[in-house]
């Protein structure tokens, strides 16, 4: 606040220096921008209302607002431009017309409210950045944004770029906004950081800028465009339920009525090679598209369900991950003691469809199939087994 005579104290300069855009830009925008021949930031004091003439009492005032300025700036190191003034009371008095901040240094530790320390941290991530992009961040609203993130949160960033860099645009279109697998980075933190993220992505090239929404734009599973279809038997059918619909995965956060059984599907083709009995839910998984359904399903975790998936690296990855948040969930025709017979006709593995990564949530018969059919380099297929021996298997899964 501007005192008596309206004197700038050094509080009001600070106020206006962290309004000031181009101030502030001295701060994150440093290695991209010319270095100035004299100081880094020079700032007059305003001094409006003072003259010749000043009653005793503003004149008694300029000893303490001076004395404020040179604490201020012996703080920083800055330095102070002082003219000679005359007053009626005093003559020839030091009076401060300019502080002057010969580096960003000085002007962050001006600014107190521990600006020196952020700029520090916020130098650190953007070389790490730099070096992650090879060329330097440019962006002059992303440096401002990332400049006023906690250090925890710019660390959350460097990771997600690092994890962006090396998946594939394919895997990438399988996940969900909350199941990016970045180290440290909660399900909900890109959400609360979207404009962040799209300016990180967009900086390193990572946008869909044909995309409509959030989601899309970053490359990921668009959840609220998708539909799950589902069969049920006709006992489940009322109050707007059918026997075959699709549905929006957020709209399914209740089961249907008096379903007791899940039956989880990898691929389409296999959704119609059975007919749900009472009780019965089957769900198309549309492959790794079933982790992010599942977080929008509460009620999957009140009902028994079964995982018939591809016996490949996908298949088993996604009944791994699955377990990870539905832990009763039992696989289908996917371990040892009921595959086992029909590996006669597993047939090669796509390259693409390995998964290296070790899967803690399978059960001794999944991880030995999977280990068997890795060191052939083959998988079986859903379509594949027999129908008559799929509705056997199926009337002896748990029910319940």
């Known amino acids: 606040m501007m005192k008596v005579h309206e004197l700038q104290y050094p509080d009001d300069l600070r106020a206006d220096l962290k309004r000031s855009r181009k101030a502030m830009g001295y701060l994150w925008g440093h290695d991209i921008q010319q270095e100035p021949d004299g100081p880094l930031l020079e700032k007059s004091i305003k001094t409006r209302g003072m003259t010749r003439e000043s009653p005793p009492e503003a004149v008694s005032e300029i000893y303490d607002w001076r004395d404020a300025w040179k604490v201020a700036a012996k703080a920083c190191g800055a330095n102070l431009v002082e003219t000679r003034k005359n007053f009626a009371l005093a003559r020839d008095l030091a009076f401060v017309r300019k502080?002057?901040?010969?580096?960003?240094?000085?002007?962050?530790?001006?600014?107190?409210?521990?600006?020196?320390?952020?700029?520090?941290?916020?130098?650190?991530?953007?070389?790490?950045?730099?070096?992650?992009?090879?060329?330097?961040?440019?962006?002059?609203?992303?440096?401002?944004?990332?400049?006023?993130?906690?250090?925890?949160?710019?660390?959350?960033?460097?990771?997600?770029?690092?994890?962006?860099?090396?998946?594939?645009?394919?895997?990438?279109?399988?996940?969900?906004?909350?199941?990016?697998?970045?180290?440290?980075?909660?399900?909900?933190?890109?959400?609360?950081?979207?404009?962040?993220?799209?300016?990180?992505?967009?900086?390193?090239?990572?946008?869909?800028?044909?995309?409509?929404?959030?989601?899309?734009?970053?490359?990921?599973?668009?959840?609220?465009?998708?539909?799950?279809?589902?069969?049920?038997h006709p006992s489940s059918c009322e109050g707007g339920w059918v026997s075959n619909m699709g549905i929006q995965p957020q709209l399914f956060a209740e089961a249907p009525p008096r379903v007791s059984r899940v039956l989880i599907v990898e691929n389409e083709t296999t959704l119609d090679r059975f007919e749900p009995g009472p009780g019965d839910c089957i769900i198309f998984g549309q492959g790794k598209a079933i982790l992010a359904y599942a977080k929008l399903m509460p009620w999957l975790s009140q009902v028994a369900i079964l995982y018939w998936g591809d016996c490949d690296g996908h298949g088993f990855d996604i009944l791994d991950r699955l377990r990870e948040q539905l832990p009763h969930v039992l696989s289908f025709m996917m371990d040892w003691e009921s595959a086992q017979d029909h590996l006669q006709i597993a047939t090669a593995e796509n390259p693409n469809a390995r998964v290296a990564r070790p899967m803690p949530n399978l059960t001794e018969g999944e991880a030995r199939l999977r280990s068997c059919l890795s060191e052939r380099g083959a998988f079986l297929e859903q379509e594949r087994l027999p129908r008559a021996t799929l509705r056997q298997m199926l009337e002896r899964a748990p029910a319940e």
């Open 99 to 232: 502080i002057s901040f010969a580096d960003r240094t000085q002007l962050a530790r001006f600014l107190g409210d521990d600006h020196l320390d952020r700029m520090i941290t916020f130098d650190a991530h953007i070389a790490s950045l730099k070096a992650l992009k090879g060329a330097s961040i440019c962006n002059d609203t992303l440096r401002a944004l990332l400049y006023r993130q906690a250090p925890e949160d710019l660390d959350t960033v460097l990771a997600l770029a690092r994890w962006r860099q090396n998946v594939s645009d394919e895997d990438l279109a399988d996940m969900s906004l909350r199941e990016l697998p970045v180290r440290g980075m909660d399900t909900k933190w890109i959400e609360r950081h979207r404009q962040l993220v799209l300016s990180v992505f967009r900086e390193f090239g990572w946008i869909d800028e044909a995309a409509e929404s959030f989601e899309g734009k970053l490359g990921l599973f668009e959840v609220s465009k998708s539909m799950v279809k589902i069969r049920i």
